[in-house]
């Protein structure tokens, strides 16, 4: 594995390779989700490319930008092994020279939920996505359906501007419990790992009342609310997946995504189930 820290490098040695460029964009601390993005795009793509970069731009000013797990000896182990060609992991002065002028400002898709508790976060997002596709020129970008909103404004930002990239949706990777895995995990004690399922365990019960006929989401909701302690609830909807206003009622033979967040202390986790009505 080739492990680049410049755009200008990036560039070059992507002129060199040829056949389908698969790429999966990282802020590192991988786990075996990111790994499977990996595996998936070995197997459609000749070459694979991953960046690692956690991006001061999607972290609110009390977030966790200083603390957010960092292992990149660990992690450029790991692509290599998984059979990555090249691993781009620029410094922050390379991606965000000072005096920028423009950032990529998603529309109401990126408003609700996450949107909505992370002010700023989907155009830190959606900006530090483009400027990747515009260094790496993949074919193929992979992303992880547990970031379900941000996999729907990265989809729409590449139809909308026209980025000559595919954006290929990849399941959620799960402990045995239930829980998603995330890098975020890394921050939770013994007790919080024990109660962190308890999202996913809230958001299957919503999926199996709307997939048993219940078209009241509110009251879904608030019977799935009960499933949550000892998490602290931050939101639990019903979305449409291409448009993420909650939804009151539930529309007949919809795909739809029953969608949550919620606090263990301090850390913040978030999931999704798909939900498919009668
Ligand atoms: O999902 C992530 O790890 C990040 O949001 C991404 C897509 C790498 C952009 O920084």
Known sequence: MRTVATVADMRRVRRSLSGTLG?????????????????????????????????PLQFGPNEDFERYPRTPDRDAQALARAGVDVLFAPQRAEMYPPGAQFSVVPGSLATYLEGDRRPGFFTGVATVVLKLFNIVTPDVAYFGQKDAQQLAVVTRMVRDLDVPVRVAACPTVREPDGLALSSRNAYLDDAQRAAAPHLHAA?????????????????????????LPPLKMDYLAVVDPAVFEPLRTAPGKAALLAVGAAF???????????VQTP
Do not use: K, W
């Open 264 to 274: 263990a202390g301090s850390t913040r986790l978030i999931d999704n189930v798909e």
């Open 203 to 227: 958001l299957v019960q919503i999926a199996h009342a709307l997939e048993g006929g219940q078209r009241d989401v509110c009251a879904a909701v608030a019977q799935a609310e009960a499933a």
């Open 23 to 55: 790429f999966i964009p990282t802020m590192g601390a991988l786990h075996a989700g990111h790994l499977s993005l990996v595996e998936r795009a070995r197997t459609e793509c000749a070459t694979v490319v991953a960046s690692i970069f956690v991006n």
